[in-house]
């Protein structure tokens, strides 16, 4: 079975923060999908999907970010036959707001959330849609990471992301209903 899983913080203090844009698409998949997060399990809330033939699984984990790879193994375990069928759905401070990278495999990066991933897993090799949080004061390093990535979503800022999370839950349909990663990829990649 698929399996999304937007990355995040739990609770209020983190909702809205750049760091939890995973989060935030994971929600915004349910919308769309026109499901709720209804358990708790393998140490995150889960939604399942069933539209049309297709069946998956949204995700956020409640480990907190650096520790997202012990939720991640239990649900990959639960509910894949491989991490093939895992895609995780995570910020980047490397991509500016509003762009998104899909990839099939590759690093961590810096990312704490993807570096405790690929330690639980012991795999690179599952796909990742990292969304671009890079705003000019974080490209003018203005700020210190550590302090944006926990700061909330600037207002100007809001509109540009949002349209960003929407296309990205579009993307994720497309891949959950069986869609060749390539043509997703390319579509998602060049898109401005």
Do not use: W
């Amino acid at each position: 079975m698929f399996l999304i899983v937007g990355l995040g913080n739990p609770g209020t203090r983190y909702r809205n923060t750049y760091h939890n844009v995973g989060f935030m698409t994971a929600d915004a998949l349910a919308k769309k999908c026109k499901v709720r997060f209804t358990g708790k399990e393998c140490a995150a809330l889960t939604a399942h999907v069933k539209k049309g033939g297709t069946e998956f699984v949204i995700a956020k984990p409640q480990t907190f970010m650096n520790l997202s790879g012990e939720s991640v193994k239990q649900l990959v375990r639960k509910y894949c036959n491989d991490e093939s069928e895992l895609v995780v759905v995570y910020d980047d401070a490397d991509l500016p707001v509003g762009r998104m990278r899909l990839r099939e495999e590759g690093s961590a990066g810096t990312h704490n959330g993807m570096r405790s991933i690929v330690k639980e897993l012991n795999t690179t090799c599952f796909k990742r849609l990292r969304i671009g949080i890079c705003t000019d004061e974080l490209a003018e390093k203005e700020v210190e990471i550590v302090d944006f990535v926990l700061s909330r979503v600037e207002f100007d800022v809001k509109p540009l992301l949002e349209k960003c999370i929407d296309a990205a839950t579009d993307a994720l349909v497309e891949l959950a209903g069986g869609a060749d990663i390539q043509r997703v990829e390319e579509k998602i990649n060049r898109r401005k």
